[in-house]
């Protein structure tokens, strides 16, 4: 069964870190894009940035721009996210999602989504 295995999520005080992972299994196909977008309590979902996996390069929002590392196990089929000096507007659900097309940066990119992972910051 195609599905996203996301971890990672809990609580941190403002400046902490938290590491979220996804692996994509049962595809048949590995997604070629993997991003993570989060949704704060009365907000839109936005998109936090993506691995693109043939180019091994990361893409981030300027939000988290500086902060936040995205980074691949390629012997796994993992992707992680590295989140440093979180602060309370960091949190959220954050979703793992994937797509097939080089960008995921966009809702309408994404193929398939994660469950999602909470995220709470105290100040």
């Known amino acids: 069964q195609v599905h996203l295995a996301e971890s990672g999520g809990g609580s941190v005080q403002s400046g902490g870190s938290l590491t979220l992972s996804c692996t994509p299994r049962?595809?048949?196909?590995?997604?070629?894009?993997v991003a993570w977008f989060r949704q704060a309590p009365g907000k839109e979902r936005e998109w936090v940035g993506y691995?693109?996996?043939?180019?091994?390069?990361?893409r981030d929002s300027d939000s988290v721009k500086g902060r936040f590392t995205f980074s691949q196990d390629n012997a796994d089929n993992r992707v992680d996210l590295q989140m440093n000096d979180l602060k309370p507007e960091d949190a959220g659900m954050y979703y793992c999602?994937?797509?097939?097309?080089?960008?995921?940066?966009?809702?309408?990119?994404?193929?398939?989504w994660g469950q999602g992972t909470r995220v709470t910051v105290s100040s």
């Open positions: 999602a994937t797509a097939f097309s080089f960008s995921c940066r966009r809702e309408r990119d994404i193929a398939y």
């Open positions: 691995m693109q996996r043939r180019d091994g390069l990361p």
């Open positions: 049962g595809f048949t196909e590995s997604p070629i894009c």
